[in-house]
């Protein structure tokens, strides 16, 4: 039997992903409200970014680059009975101009909710340049 | 029922440095386990996905002697409430005999585990390399 409580925090999950990523490129006042104060980014071949204020400086450092088109997949979200924790893994690729086959790879999301809203608290990805 | 979750959390720490130490043993007791649709996540290459296609990877270490030396366990683990899920966060060292020498990969990874019929699984993991 589908649990429809897990089923409705699951999409909730979808939703953030997407402010974060698609959004996060214009908007990151609004993506950094879905992160946790002691978020932490594993980039696939540097060390760790800690803490909301240098992880919102890498996103900001991000948004400088000319994205032709960003988009992803959701390949498996899981969320605990208590829907205290969840995560999400999928692809991504992103775009930098047309015909450019640009950066692919996957991703791993890990969130955790805070006063009732699902916050971001581990993300790490892989990344193979076409 | 109230959830012991550092009791939660000792059991993941032991699955985490078993998992390490048995891969150069037993394959099949190594991969019992993981969930069905265990994911890893290399930094640099397409995810590996599922059991069947996770054995011969670990089959390769083994052939390999891939040495990961003395397994510390994570730095932090993380429980949910319901103990039903939980993950980890730690740093990892492994040297592999190569026909140019040894080679020693260092970088961190994130682990997921999900509670099957009362038992703790491995249900994936993504590493960074800090060699690249």
């Known amino acids: 039997m589908v649990n429809l409580v897990l089923e409705t925090e699951k999409k909730k ?3 953030i992903m997407k402010k974060l990523t698609i959004d996060s490129s214009t908007e990151i006042e609004e993506a950094v409200r879905y992160l946790c104060p002691d978020v932490m980014l594993l980039p696939p071949n540097d060390q760790p970014i800690k803490g909301i204020d240098a992880v919102k400086a890498r996103m900001i450092e991000d948004s400088q680059a000319r994205i032709h088109a960003i988009g992803g997949k959701q ?8 829907a205290d924790l969840a ?8 775009q930098y101009s047309e ?23 581990e993300h790490s990805w892989s990344e193979t340049f076409s | 029922m109230k959830v012991d979750v550092e009791a939660e959390k000792r059991k993941i720490r032991e699955l985490n440095i078993k998992l390490l130490v048995d891969h150069n043993r037993d394959v099949d007791d190594e991969l ?7 994911i890893l996540m290399p930094p640099n290459a397409p995810p590996i996905v599922g059991v069947k296609a996770i054995r011969p990877v670990i089959e390769g270490m083994i052939k390999n002697k891939i040495n990961l030396g003395t397994p510390k366990g994570p730095d932090w683990i993380v429980v949910s409430e319901s103990g039903d899920l939980a993950y980890d966060f ?3 060292s492994v040297k592999t005999q190569r026909p140019d020498g040894l080679v020693t ?26 060699n690249l």
């Open chain 2, 32 to 38: 019992s386990y993981f969930v069905d649709n265990a």
């Open chain 1, 13 to 15: 999950i979808g939703q």
């Open chain 1, 99 to 121: 015909g450019n086959e640009g950066v692919h790879g996957h991703y791993l999301s890990i969130f955790r909710k805070e006063k009732g809203e699902w916050k971001l608290q």
């Open chain 1, 75 to 82: 390949l498996n979200v899981e969320v605990s009975e208590k």
């Open chain 2, 105 to 130: 990969e260092k970088g961190y990874y994130i682990s997921l585990y999900k509670k099957i019929d009362g038992q703790w699984k491995f249900a994936g993991q993504s590493w960074s390399n800090l």
């Open chain 2, 90 to 92: 730690g740093k990892y």
């Open chain 1, 87 to 94: 995560w999400e893994y999928g692809s991504y690729y992103i």
